[in-house]
């Protein structure tokens, strides 16, 4: 499968909702979308993304874009981290890996002289016609969020 990179349409993924649900990422075609991957809920890194774009989300939402966080954590494990830090930011999972594949998100890290597998901390803006504007590959979280509702601003 080809990587996603600017220009690119917005592919219809199916992920699990924390409710049980399912949701399609074509769903979010018709305004500004943010779609951010991160490696593992309730870690300092992705807590504090998470909690920023919470934080900011009513500035997304005042512009019209929509935000969702995906991980491969389990809908139940998403509940429990949303409860613990009172997240507004919606989270999904991609239970099928389809949409980290298609991010290219997927990828091989190395810790302590270890090699694995795992997600890619990245950010994707999509324009209103579901085209990606804008992606921010190996995003550090310190005023990341911040940059992201700017570009969303851009747009407008």
């Known amino acids: 499968m ?3 990179d600017e220009g ?3 592919p219809a993924i ?3 909702t924390p409710d049980g649900g399912r949701i399609n990422l074509g769903d979010y075609v018709g305004k500004p979308f943010v779609l951010y ?3 593992k809920d309730d870690t300092s890194g992705c807590t504090r993304e998470a909690q920023d774009f919470s934080r900011l989300l009513p500035e997304f939402r005042a512009l019209g874009a929509d935000v969702l966080g995906v991980s491969r954590d389990t ?4 509940q429990k981290f949303i409860a613990k830090y009172d997240l507004t930011v919606p989270l999904a999972t991609d239970d099928t890996d389809a949409a ?3 991010f290219g998100v997927w990828v091989e890290k190395k810790l302590y002289g270890k090699t694995y597998m795992g997600i890619d901390r990245a ?3 999509f324009d209103a016609n579901g085209i990606l504007a804008r992606s921010w590959r190996k995003a ?3 005023g990341h969020v911040v940059d992201v509702l700017e570009a969303v601003r851009a747009l407008a």
């Not at 809908?75 to 998403?78: A, D, S, Y």
């Open 37 to 39: 991957f991160y490696p």
């Open 14 to 16: 199916d992920l699990a």
């Open 140 to 142: 550090r979280v310190p």
């Open 100 to 102: 980290m594949q298609a």
């Open 8 to 10: 690119a349409a917005l």
């Open 123 to 125: 950010t994707f803006l």
């Open 75 to 78: 809908p139940i494990k998403h």
């Open 2 to 4: 080809k990587i996603i």
